[in-house]
């Protein structure tokens, strides 16, 4: 109950194409849903989050929609940069303290 | 501003030596995270403190890990003996309100770049 799963596990998108990567939770428990990019060499990187109580967030070209009563949310990242090319990891908690990372997702966004 | 400061950046050492991994966390967090991140196992977390004190430990793998916060500014994971199958990269994150920075009840974790431990 506490896994935090997400898909696909790699990912290629053409450069200005939309990459989706999806999540599902258990523990209806979690109020806090954070993306995290990971570029090799460095530590995993706030990318953008949402709250339960809303569907959708979005940050530049960054959204994260959030389906409550199917208990999964998703990032879209729109116009897929080469720059974009790196890890992605979803991630849940509750009250900020217990972070459960999905396995993330490889994304290579081709020139 | 300085940002999780994680020292060593590789630590190459030999089975059965200790091996100690430091962190000095964003000025003001009052929480702070230990994970451990394989290809197998994704990132997990091992360890992680508020306000100094060990919340939740059940992270740990075993006994041969151990992990101390004498004060809000520095934490260290160690690893005694340390065996091959220890080798992994080793962050750690940090969360709370820093200085200037609003109060939100949950907080973002900011990671270093990690320790890149490599047991022979």
């Known amino acids: 109950q506490q896994q935090v799963k997400q898909s696909p596990q790699s990912l290629i998108v053409q450069k200005g194409g939309i990459s989706i990567i999806n999540c599902a939770y258990e523990n209806t428990a979690f109020d806090y849903f954070p993306w995290y990019q990971q570029f090799p060499g460095k530590g995993p990187a706030l990318l953008i989050a949402i709250r339960p109580d809303v569907s959708e967030k979005k940050e530049g070209r960054f959204t994260i929609s959030f389906n409550k009563s199917a208990k999964q949310f998703s990032l879209h990242i729109m116009d897929s940069q080469p720059g974009d090319s790196a890890t992605y990891f979803c991630a849940a908690s509750r009250g900020g303290q217990n972070f459960v990372f999905g396995p993330g997702t490889r994304l290579s966004v081709l020139p | 501003d300085a940002g999780v400061i994680q020292s060593p950046r590789h630590e190459v050492t030999e089975m059965g030596q200790e091996v100690t991994l430091r962190c000095k966390p964003i000025?003001?967090?009052?929480?702070l995270f230990w994970y451990r991140q394989t290809m197998m196992r994704g990132l997990e977390l091992l360890i992680y403190?508020?306000?100094?004190?060990?919340?939740?430990d059940s992270g740990m793998p075993e006994d041969r890990f151990s992990a101390k916060m004498p004060n809000a500014s520095f934490s260290t994971l160690k690893i005694q003996p340390s065996e091959p199958r220890d080798s992994a990269v080793y962050f750690c994150?940090?969360?709370?309100?820093?200085?200037?920075?609003?109060?939100?009840?949950?907080?973002?974790?900011?990671f270093g770049d990690g320790t890149r431990l490599s047991i022979l």
């Open positions: 994150a940090s969360s709370g309100r820093g200085q200037g920075e609003v109060y939100y009840s949950n907080q973002p974790q900011h």
């Open positions: 000025s003001g967090h009052n929480s």
């Open positions: 403190f508020n306000n100094n004190v060990p919340i939740d």
